[in-house]
Each structure stands twice: as C-alpha cells, then as structure tokens.
C-alpha cells in the first residue's frame, strides 16, 4: 500500500523549532519530488518547499525563506523540513505530497501546484502560539 506518513508536528513557542518528516511506504522516495504544503484554518492549501527527485533544486515559499530548510534521506526513505525561528503565522496543517512527473528544475509554480502531486500524507498539525 502507498502510503506517506508526516510526522513531528506540536506546539511551540514563537522562535522555536520543529523538524517535520515524510516517511514512505510501499514505494520508494527516491524518484519522486516532494512538496511540502500547509493549510490553515479558513484559507486555502499553499507550497511550503520542494525537494526534486535527485536533490539538486530546492524551492522555498517566500514567507519561510531563510527559516525553513528541506532536506531528503533516500537511504531512510525520508524527507525533512527543518523549521526554524516559527511564527505564529506558521500555524497550519502541514501535508507532504510526492510527484514522480515534475521534472528537474522545474518552476516554482509548477511545484508549489497541488495537481503535479500523485500521492498525500494526512497532514500533521503545527501550532506556534505563546
């Protein structure tokens, strides 16, 4: 069964850190961009980053630019995202998606579109409040 499972999320504090984590199963990572996306309460689902398939392109919603980081563990079959000095505004639900047919060096507006993406995780909730 294809399968994603995002985890890590919680609440933190304004200025802290979360690393979050896509893990796959029953397919394998390694082909596949993934995306990162979060969707608040009210508003709609919006890229987060990107990772391409071989690692070599990496994309960054300006909102999180410098303070979140995207990083992929074929070995572990894994992708991260690495979220520091959080925001409130960072609260959201935040999905990972994976698409084998986006292809390297692709525009930001492709890999931030939610139709490129074949398979979804069930999102894991990230609150930032004091």
């Known amino acids: 069964q294809v399968q994603l499972v995002e985890s890590g999320g919680g609440l933190v504090q304004p200025g802290g850190s979360l690393r979050l984590s896509c893990a796959a199963s029953?397919?394998?990572?390694?082909?596949?961009?993934i995306g990162w996306f979060r969707q608040a309460p009210g508003k709609e689902r919006e890229g987060v980053s990107c990772i391409s398939s071989s690692g070599g392109s990496t994309y960054y919603a300006d909102s999180v630019k410098g303070r979140f980081t995207i990083s992929r563990d074929n070995a572990e079959n894994t992708v991260y995202l690495q979220m520091n000095s959080l925001k409130p505004e960072d609260t959201a639900v935040y999905y990972c998606a994976a698409s084998d047919h986006i292809p390297e060096g692709a525009h930001t507006i492709v890999v931030f579109t939610t139709t490129w993406y074949d398979y979804w995780g069930q999102g894991t909730q990230v609150t930032v409040s004091s």
């Open positions: 029953g397919f394998t990572l390694e082909h596949y961009a």
